[in-house]
């Protein structure tokens, strides 16, 4: 499995349309191929804080949504509106078993 996190900032008034962009292409990403689980998360205790967690079957399918039309028109949204360098931290993970 392939994990990406990424966390960045809008001002307060641009993390309403960041969201909504990533609302506006969340069921495109979670359709590709490879792809296991796309959230996007407003922190709570900072109004300028967003967190994208990824889960991907392997590299290969991570970078397919790198090249992805959706990853294109999130980049051209959301980019401008960040108020600093955004971290994505990125990993190679094996699933030891899932609890319900």
């Known amino acids: 499995m392939f994990i990406?996190?990424?966390d960045?900032?809008?001002a307060a008034?641009?993390?309403p349309a960041a969201l909504a962009q990533f609302d506006a292409e969340g069921d495109r990403v979670r359709a590709m191929p490879g792809n296991v689980a796309f959230r996007v998360y407003a922190a709570r205790e900072d109004d300028t804080a967003i967190a994208v967690v990824h889960e991907w079957d392997d590299e290969a399918a991570f970078a397919g949504y790198l090249r992805s039309d959706s990853f294109a028109r999130s980049s051209a949204t959301i980019r401008p509106m960040m108020t600093d360098a955004p971290?994505?931290?990125r990993f190679r993970a094996d699933l030891l078993e899932t609890v319900a």
């Open 4 to 6: 990406a996190i990424l």
């Open 13 to 15: 008034t641009d993390r």
């Open 87 to 89: 971290q994505s931290r």
């Open 8 to 10: 960045f900032r809008t």
